[in-house]
């Protein structure tokens, strides 16, 4: 017997909004230059889709970072109405960057911690007024855990595997949120990011 949430669970909605951006990056196009290299002067290696992601990881990190400014103006804009907001990221140095600008008003969860750090930030975060930013890497901080507190979720920079996002988005979405959840995804338009979402 399956049973989905939504046939069972008597939820609020959840509102997925993709915002386009525009890139300006040097750094983005020179990667992308020498990868499109490597691409066409090895057919056969080009074929694995293992060896293309691990090729495109830098290029993902720089878009990563190059959307750090954004998220940040985005999750000050939510806070404003006096909203909790989850803020997921793939990469060490965006999610400290983020958790830097938000210090004390802000808990992370990464796979460098604990699991009693990481449940002392999910407990922060759900009970604690002065905590309205949670910090997480998707795959550490995806799954398992709750926080309906949150009324809002940013991806600031996308995993290859669908099945992330949604785990990721509902850590919000889940049985005693009372609240619609608002989930925004920043995408680069015309860069690797748009064909990934």
């Known amino acids: 017997l399956r049973r989905l949430k939504e046939d069972v669970l008597d939820l609020p909605e959840k509102i997925i909004t993709p915002i386009y951006l525009r890139l300006k ?17 090895n057919p056969e290696e080009s074929k694995s889709l293992t060896i293309q992601f691990s090729k495109l990881t830098k290029v993902r990190q720089v878009i990563a ?14 806070i404003e109405q006096g909203k909790k907001v989850i803020i997921f990221c793939n990469f060490t140095n965006s999610l400290e960057q983020i ?4 210090g004390k008003t802000a808990v992370r969860l990464d796979g460098s911690m604990s699991k ?24 550490a901080a ?53 064909v990934i979402y």
């Open 25 to 41: 990056s040097k750094l983005y196009e020179e990667l992308m230059g020498e990868y499109y290299e490597w691409y066409d002067k």
């Open 116 to 139: 009693a750090e990481r449940q002392n930030s999910v407990d922060k975060f759900q009970t604690d007024d002065k905590i309205n930013v949670f910090v997480g890497n998707i795959k």
């Open 65 to 78: 970072d190059e959307k750090i400014k954004q998220t940040i103006e985005l999750a000050e804009n939510i």
């Open 142 to 194: 995806g799954v398992g855990i709750t926080l309906t507190a949150g009324e809002a979720c940013i991806m600031n920079d996308l995993s290859f595997v669908p099945s992330d996002h949604s785990q990721a988005e509902d850590r919000a979405y889940r049985y005693g949120q009372k609240s619609n959840v608002s989930v925004y995804y920043p995408i680069f338009e015309n860069t690797i990011e748009g």
């Open 99 to 102: 958790k830097g600008h938000f």
